[in-house]
């Protein structure tokens, strides 16, 4: 499953919860993206 996170509050949505409509389901913003949670080849120290 994807999740996506949000710019504004930077919390992380299920695909399911946004699936009728991409918005933030706790402070409303559009702008949100899509993050893969299968890639952790990412080092981030
Ligand atoms: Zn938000």
Do not use: W
């Amino acid at each position: 499953m994807a999740t996506y996170k949000c710019f504004s509050c930077n919390k992380v949505i299920n695909e399911a919860q946004i699936k009728k409509r991409v918005r933030c389901l706790y402070c409303g913003s559009k702008i949100i993206f899509k993050q893969r949670t299968t890639s952790t080849n990412v080092k981030a120290r």
